[in-house]
DNA sequence: CCGGGATGTTAACCACGGTTCACGTCGGGG
DNA sequence: CCCCGACGTGAACCGTGGTTAACATCCCGG
């Protein structure tokens, strides 16, 4: 769908700017070692300026972390209900087509899958928060589709099982990359519908 | 089967020295917010201590996360080859008995999980090395059994699934803990046994 | 041609945190 | 009794790294 890795950060994904080029840099920057590890002087080396170039463009590294995790939350949130949406009334085409999203946003954005999990807790209290409501509007999403999927199955379970099913996608980044992404697709398609509708 | 969490660390359960005892106030502090961002001090603090004292027990910080990291892996390497061992030749026999050991180690030891996955870039070079052979070995386990249980399937595409399902059955730490334990194992079971056989 | 805003650079500042040091306490064996 | 090793403490040391300051450059609109 889109030529480089990770570029759902990209508002505009066409020419990136400059502070766009930083933010993508980032992410991966801060996949590969944490948040913590980086340096602004690595930040910058990596898009061939100097550390304190960086404060051109962003408030501090919290600034990039944070303006990073709201994006992804946002896009997943927005995404889910638009697929969600378009999928029909039938809750098995509801969860293929979050199943089908999620899929495709783990392949295309690795680094942002590997963040987000782990540099959370980074966040400024406000921000931090910010986040999670996101992350539990999309969450919240899954539960409704599998309550329906499953009306006898109770709502903490639903959530558990949501989780369970972004644990398995989510698999990617460990995963190598050994596999075509044609040949990812359908192996993560198929355990994740087989493990929601056990 | 133990009664404090992640007491997978433990070598002498029974009566924790001291050492003990600080390793997993360091494990549950790392889990909680990265290892880079919790100080000596605070784990100090965690067992009634001033940062430095942790210096008689330990050369410095990394080495108690490299010991961590060490013990935790050795300790899943060892297991799967004990349980899958002693699940006779049937492969399906194998799975369960795979799926079954990492469930409970995962809801025994919410912390070691997040740490194990979190924190592996903190290590020295020669550190890492050792505790990725040891992943490696175990990851090989589960690729065996799952080859064994569909013939057709390349080894990428089985590595990728046995990563899936380490992701799906570690998702505990994300689910808040809202389900008793027996109810988690119930459910993750079957998820899991459920997308391996799909 | 000129002034100003955008963008960078180097040097300096400063807080945080890992580590070391010098010293205190306490319990047990010679 | 006393000495020694184990275990802790408060103070100091010092590298790392985020942030700011002061000074260039470049480009564009008037």
Same mark, same amino acid.
């Given at each position: ?29 801060f996949a590969?070692?944490g948040s913590r ?76 899958i590997t963040v987000q999990d782990r540099d959370l807790g980074a ?12 992350? =539990? ?5 899954? #539960? !409704?589709? @599998? /309550?329906?999927?499953?009306?006898? &199955?109770? %709502? ?21 990359? =050994? ?5 990812? #697709? !359908?192996? @993560? /398609?198929?355990?994740?519908?087989? &493990?929601? %509708?056990?």
């Amino acid at each position: 769908m889109t030529a480089e890795p990770d570029s759902a950060l990209h508002a505009d994904a066409a020419r990136p700017s400059r502070r766009e080029q930083i933010l993508q840099a980032a992410a991966r920057l801060f996949a590969e070692r944490g948040s913590r590890s980086v340096g602004v002087d690595d930040i910058g080396a990596a898009v061939g300026v100097t550390g304190p170039a960086i404060y051109r463009h962003f408030a501090g590294k919290d600034a990039m972390l944070a303006e990073m995790l709201l994006r992804i939350s946002e896009r997943l949130q927005a995404g889910a209900e638009q697929v969600v949406a378009a999928a029909g009334d039938d809750p098995r085409d509801q969860l293929a087509a979050l199943v089908a999203f999620q899929v495709d946003f783990a392949l295309d954005n690795p680094a942002l899958i590997t963040v987000q999990d782990r540099d959370l807790g980074a966040l400024s209290a406000d921000d931090a928060r910010q986040v999670r409501r996101l992350q =539990r509007r999309y969450v919240e999403q899954w #539960v !409704a589709v @599998l /309550t329906a999927l499953d009306p006898d &199955a109770s %709502t903490p379970a639903c959530r558990a099982r949501a989780h369970a099913l972004f644990g398995l996608i989510n698999s990617t980044p460990h995963s190598g990359g =050994r596999l075509s992404r044609a040949a990812m #697709v !359908a192996l @993560l /398609t198929t355990m994740a519908t087989a &493990a929601a %509708t056990a």
